[in-house]
């Protein structure tokens, strides 16, 4: 498999090459992608998002999946929000939580107060235990992590309601597999999703600690769940045993801008950062499935320019593509609100 090939399968199974039109459609490509996160710096309690992955404003499915609890809230990735579908949260709390050998004094209160009188909201949990909300909020969300709470964030309330998560979950059972299992069944599905990942890139989505992921890798190797492979141009890593013979691919030419929450670019962080550093990156782009640019200002709520768009191709590339990234990126810093400065270091 060459690196075009690659390219072209990830944007394919990413759902970038062709967005999907419908319902169905939609849950199942959510399934494949999860945990989802809201778009980067958004509102606080907005729904998860597949930008640039469907035709229509996902927003309205998103909240109606939260309002019957189909699509379900925790924090995943080290402790970052997103969202999985319920049937599969025992899979994806069991892999991501991370767990507390020890409540401290602060976080012993908040539980207390949810077994003895939960649901409560944090306004509530002042009232009941005291407690500063500086205080409560930490507790909550490392108990979180923990998967010993559960947030209840049905719509875009600011006001929503903490439980316990075994009394909201009873049937989620955090222990009938090993964290091992659950850790080598999400990595499988991200390489399904991607086709090709380097350990590093594997790193960067699950934020699994080295040695564990190491391990994982291990045993999915010894089984034959995974294959460890060379690509040209991309370098080595694993795919899946299914996807060693798929049929080569040209590459797909597009310019799609990506937040910097979004499924492919949580992969690819590290080395984002290697090849655009010292810049305030407020969206990556994404051309002909490779992220090769970035999109330069200062993030502020409201109206904000960009300052500059970098894009880490040949000079003679940049100026081909030139006029295709700049519609791109102004989809969304649109002109009388935004104002795009530069693109390349040369002022517009």
């Known amino acids: 498999m060459d690196r075009e090939s690659v390219l072209a399968w990830r944007m394919i199974r990413q759902g970038l090459a062709e967005p999907v039109s419908r319902e169905k459609a939609f849950i199942a490509l959510l399934r494949a992608l ?60 069991t892999a ?40 409560i909020m930490p507790a909550l969300h490392r108990l979180q992590k923990a ?50 990942a380097e350990t590093a890139q594997l790193r960067d989505w699950s934020q699994f600690p080295v040695r564990g992921l190491s391990r994982v890798l291990e045993q999915l190797e010894a089984k034959g769940r995974i294959l460890a492979c060379e690509v ?17 691919r040209a590459p797909l030419r597009s310019v799609r801008m990506l937040h910097r929450a979004d499924p492919l670019v949580q992969s690819h962080l590290s080395n984002l950062k290697e090849r655009f550093p010292g810049r305030e990156v407020l969206q990556y782009l994404l051309i002909d499935g490779a992220l090769d640019g970035a999109v330069c200002g200062h993030w502020r709520i409201g109206p904000h320019d960009v300052e500059d768009i970098t894009v880490d191709l040949s000079a003679d590339e940049q100026e081909m593509r030139r006029e295709e990234v700049i519609v791109e990126v102004a989809r969304r810093y649109d002109p009388p609100f935004s104002r795009i400065r530069r693109y390349c270091g040369q002022e517009l």
């Open 34 to 93: 999860q945990p989802v996160s809201p778009v980067a710096m958004t509102m606080p309690g907005s729904p998860p998002r597949l930008v640039h992955r469907t035709t229509f404003d996902d927003d309205e499915i998103a909240d109606g999946m939260r309002e019957c609890r189909a699509l379900v809230k925790g924090r995943f990735w080290g402790g970052n929000i997103g969202y999985v579908l319920a049937e599969d949260l025992e899979l994806y709390a």
């Open 96 to 135: 991501f939580r991370k767990e507390l050998e020890r409540l401290n004094l602060l976080q012993e209160r908040v539980y207390q107060a949810l077994w003895s009188a939960g649901p409560l909201t944090p306004r509530q949990l002042k009232d009941e235990t005291g407690l500063l909300n500086k205080q």
């Open 147 to 196: 998967f010993m709470v559960y947030e209840a964030q049905e719509d875009s309330s600011w006001e929503r309601s903490w439980s316990l998560f075994e009394a909201e979950w009873e049937d989620v059972d955090l222990k009938r597999i090993s964290w091992e299992e659950a850790a080598g069944e999400v990595l499988m599905r991200l390489l399904r999703s991607q086709v090709f």
């Open 232 to 248: 040209d141009g991309l370098g080595a890593g694993w795919i899946l045993p299914q996807d060693e013979e798929l049929e080569q």
